[in-house]
């Protein structure tokens, strides 16, 4: 079946640190992944996707790329800002028709909430 | 503001009570999801309708919930006699992805139930 797994938080850091949030998965077939960010108050965002293997994705400083090797989809960012806290959240679509699956349906992970200090 | 809203945004109610969230999605977009999130955990899907066909109901969606989507355009979600393994945030969001391709989905802000 379908699955994510995202390294449990909270994460807290500096204003300019280096971030890195995990995201494995498990799928059937050849799934797009997503990271999904929702700030205090507002609902869930896309804030970057890859619908292949090997592709990187990237928004707003923030890169992850498709690992098909290592089934991993983590979240990077080089320098972050206290406006990046908010709880990021991994995702994958199988994006398949047939077998029951649903187009679009998104799977996620728990979240990962992270505090950026100034 | 165009995106997806939702209404209302808190609902608090008490056990086996009858409850309906609404949804409006963005105008063009003929997919319509619904998801559902408790405290710590990440949005489980529960229901997907295809402009006003209701294509697949998750698991989670036993007999005492129902959606619908009559025109293609909002959507309703009622929970009938509520209990308080119900109390969650209930997410709508919409898509305008053709074919098999998965397409940006864009979420509301949520309707959050409380049964007491």
């Known amino acids: 079946g379908n699955s994510v797994t995202q390294m449990e938080g909270p994460v807290t850091l500096s204003e300019e640190a280096f971030l890195t949030i995990n995201c494995t998965y498990t799928?059937?077939?050849?799934?797009?992944l997503f990271w999904y960010v929702q700030y205090p108050g507002e609902g869930l965002q896309l804030l970057l996707k890859?619908?292949?293997?090997?592709d990187k994705g990237s928004n707003k400083g923030f890169e992850a790329t498709y690992r098909k090797e290592t089934t991993s989809f983590h979240l990077e960012k080089g320098s972050v800002q206290v406006s990046d806290s908010a709880v990021y959240f991994c995702?994958?679509?199988?994006?398949?028709?047939?077998?029951?699956?649903?187009?679009?349906?998104?799977?996620f992970g728990r979240g990962t909430q992270l505090t950026v200090w100034p | 503001d165009t995106g997806v809203s939702q209404d209302p945004r808190h609902k608090i109610t008490k056990r086996g009570q009858n409850v309906t969230f609404r949804c409006d999605p963005i105008?063009?977009?003929?997919?319509l999801y619904w998801y559902r999130q408790t405290l710590g955990q990440g949005p489980e899907f529960l229901t997907y309708f295809q402009n006003e066909a209701q294509l697949e109901k998750s698991r989670l969606l036993s007999d005492r919930f129902s959606a619908e989507r009559p025109k293609g355009s909002f959507s309703t979600l009622e929970i009938q006699r509520t209990e308080q393994g119900d109390s969650a945030m209930y997410l709508c969001?919409?898509?305008?992805?053709?074919?098999?391709?998965?397409?940006?989905?864009?979420f509301g802000e949520g309707s959050r139930l409380t049964v007491l």
């Open positions: 799928a059937t077939g050849y799934p797009s």
């Open positions: 105008s063009e977009h003929n997919r």
């Open positions: 995702a994958l679509s199988d994006g398949t028709a047939g077998g029951g699956s649903t187009l679009g349906r998104l799977y």
């Open positions: 890859a619908t292949k293997a090997d």
């Open positions: 969001a919409s898509s305008s992805g053709t074919g098999f391709a998965p397409g940006e989905l864009f």
